[in-house]
């Protein structure tokens, strides 16, 4: 009878565990894919296709040590642009103006769920709740 009971717990457990693996699946597949469209109508241009940048014009998206050191920060540097900062990108100094985007933190989340977890990054995701908090301390 014990064994009984524990084992339908644990099942039961495991099936909670399991649903709630795949929603999250889910939303990070959601974002991604968003995040996709959205990196090739709007950075795509500018950071490449495979995120590998534009010789010295500009900075590749493929530098996951700069982007977990920064992961705080990208948001704002999406939504405000970022002018002559110089920055370590791939074990080389760069400098230059990224525009401002003009985005809604839900996509700049999905656009930063795609980044982060495309060229080589592998961050996971990047939620709109992080992204409001984020924006807050912009400096
Ligand atoms: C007009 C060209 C341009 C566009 C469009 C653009 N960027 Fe940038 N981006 C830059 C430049 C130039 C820098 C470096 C700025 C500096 O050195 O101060 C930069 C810096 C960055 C950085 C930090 C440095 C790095 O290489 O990791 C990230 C992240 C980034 N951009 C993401 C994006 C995303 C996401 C989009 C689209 C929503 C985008 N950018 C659109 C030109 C652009």
Redesign the pocket.
Known sequence: MKIKIISIICLLMAILIYSCQSDDQITFARYYSIGSV??QN??Q???GKDGQ?LSA?????T?SV??KA?KAT?PC??KYG??????I?NKKP??????V?D?APIEIAE??TY?TNSFGNKMGIITAQQVGDDLKDCK
Request: hydrophobic share 55%; with cysteine.
């Open positions: 959205i990196y709007k950075c241009n500018c950071h940048g014009l500009m900075p590749a998206l530098d700069y982007l920064n990208l540097i999406i970022l002018k002559g900062k110089l920055m990108i760069f400098e230059g103006d990224m525009p985007m985005m656009v930063l980044v």
